[in-house]
């Protein structure tokens, strides 16, 4: 019991930060006595189906009707949102005979990543909001007569990748290099990755999606996790 609650309390630190949103409420954003109710309510956000009473939606409308006065009547606020917001969009152009289901004609993609591979090989990784993809794209490359053009390879982005391959290390007994959604790489080992899943595949399905959300963050997260692992195995 002492190992779940100590599990819940890493998983839970976490799970958000709202400190900069927090100095916003303080400085006249919303109600500083709301913060705590702002919270929770920006929590459920994150749920599959939310549901709000009628005080937490009036709170939210407040919020968001004071959040739209201040990027629309302060000019400069106005031009730095609109250029964040460009940078983000992903251009969707469709034809008049295309169907509701059709793949966009048009995808805007921001690179997230360069690795260089072996024969001075690079790689570049791109990923598009819209799809939600990854794209790795080969780039700089000597050209030859008989070669075709560079065809993209298209990676599905995974929230618990990193999870996935700590079992399949575990199953493969072999130690492997794991990517993070920052885009720093680490190679794990068979016994630090037998720990991880051992306390991954111990835990309820909710408790497993927060764990394998926390590992895939960054090398930093996936060490807090073995430290929490270790020490419980050792107990």
């Known amino acids: 019991m002492k190992s779940l609650q100590e599990l819940r309390a890493l998983v839970e630190e976490e799970k958000s930060d709202y400190s900069k949103f927090d100095m916003l409420v303080r400085a006249g954003l919303a109600n500083k006595a709301q913060l705590a109710r702002?919270?929770?309510?920006?929590?459920?956000?994150?749920?599959?189906r939310p549901q709000f009473s009628t005080a937490d939606r009036e709170i939210m409308r407040n919020l968001f009707n004071r959040m739209v006065d201040i990027i629309t009547n302060n000019k400069q606020i106005f031009?730095?949102?609109?250029?964040?917001v460009r940078e983000e969009e992903t251009i969707v152009e469709t034809g008049a005979l295309e169907g509701a289901d059709d793949p966009p004609f048009v995808l805007v993609l921001k690179r997230k990543a360069i690795?260089?591979?072996?024969?001075?090989?690079?790689?570049?990784?791109?990923?598009?909001?819209?799809?939600?993809?990854?794209f790795s794209?080969?780039?700089?490359?000597?050209?030859?007569?008989?070669?075709?053009?560079?065809?993209?390879?298209q990676v599905e982005l995974q929230e618990?990748?990193?999870?996935?391959?700590?079992?399949?290390?575990?199953q493969g007994k072999q130690a492997q290099t794991v990517k993070f959604a920052n885009g720093q790489t680490r190679k794990v080992d068979h016994y630090t990755a037998?720990?991880?899943?051992?306390?991954?595949?111990?835990?309820?399905?909710?408790?497993?999606?927060?764990?394998?959300?926390m590992v895939h963050k960054s090398p930093e997260h996936?060490?807090?996790?073995?430290?929490?692992?270790?020490?419980?195995?050792?107990?």
């Not at 031009?79 to 964040?84: E, H, K, M």
């Not at 794209?137 to 390879?153: F, G, K, M, T």
């Not at 618990?160 to 575990?170: E, F, G, P, Q």
Request: aromatic share 8%; hydrophobic share 35%; no cysteine.
């Open 79 to 84: 031009l730095r949102t609109r250029q964040a």
């Open 222 to 235: 996936l060490q807090k996790v073995s430290d929490f692992a270790f020490k419980r195995a050792a107990k």
């Open 194 to 213: 037998s720990a991880i899943t051992q306390v991954h595949n111990a835990i309820n399905d909710e408790n497993k999606k927060r764990l394998a959300n």
């Open 160 to 170: 618990n990748n990193v999870m996935d391959h700590l079992h399949k290390i575990v």
């Open 137 to 153: 794209i080969p780039y700089d490359l000597p050209r030859r007569e008989d070669d075709s053009p560079v065809q993209a390879e």
């Open 115 to 134: 690795r260089l591979y072996p024969g001075k090989t690079k790689i570049a990784l791109y990923y598009n909001q819209k799809l939600d993809k990854y």
């Open 38 to 48: 702002l919270h929770r309510i920006l929590d459920k956000m994150t749920e599959e």
